[in-house]
């Protein structure tokens, strides 16, 4: 069985809604996957944001969790975490560094093609030098700079759109796109089965 953890900023609105999609589609397929969310800012107990509850009502998705806080202990759980933003992802990873290599986006994972996977494995190993030489008080190259920049410019965002506040058909395009993305990585877990 695969256990996935979604994680977003509030886990009022992404990463339940990923996680009542998910659920809900593993299902349908008859898939063995465990799904949890958890938020990286928030407390444990809150509801699910009313337009999330009604945009998962209306596709007639089931969902009754509240919000958790993201700690060590469900990072252990996941066999794969999946985050709704890069800035989650790099977040998520500083705190926990050996999550690294269970830790995408959801849209990373979901629908990484090879050239873009090895852009953005440079781009992240380029980012962690300039970490390391900033702790120890020294500059990345010119060459090293430029680099980072193009790649920046480069490849795609991996980021569900935040439909946090707004009205209800900015949650039902997230929801959306989170179907989307859930589809590809349900075809993406399918694959990895059978071999």
């Not at 886990?11 to 339940?16: A, D, F």
Request: hydrophobic letters at 40%; a negative charge; charged letters at 30%.
């Amino acid at each position: 069985m695969k256990r996935i953890l979604f994680v977003c900023t509030g886990n009022t609105c992404r990463s339940p809604m990923a996680e009542a999609i998910m659920r809900d589609m593993a299902a349908r397929r008859s898939l063995d996957i465990e799904v949890r969310s958890a938020g990286v800012s928030t407390v444990d107990g809150m509801a699910v944001s009313a337009n999330a509850a009604e945009t998962l009502r209306r596709k007639q998705i089931a969902h009754n969790g509240k919000s958790r806080m993201l700690g060590d202990s469900a990072v252990q759980w996941a066999d794969l975490i999946l985050t709704m933003t890069a800035s989650h992802k790099r977040g998520l990873i500083g705190r926990f560094p050996d999550a690294l290599e269970k830790t995408h986006t959801l849209l990373e994972y979901a629908g990484l093609d090879e050239r873009i996977a090895a852009d953005l494995a440079e781009l992240e190993h380029l980012y962690t030098e300039w970490q390391m030489k900033q702790a120890l008080g020294q500059q990345i190259s010119d060459a090293d700079r430029g680099r980072m920049l193009e790649l920046e410019r480069k490849i795609p965002s991996f980021d569900i759109d935040d439909p946090f506040g707004g009205p209800l058909p900015v949650y039902e395009s997230c929801a959306a796109q989170i179907e989307k993305a859930v589809e590809k990585l349900l075809d993406k877990l399918a694959k990895e089965d059978q071999s």
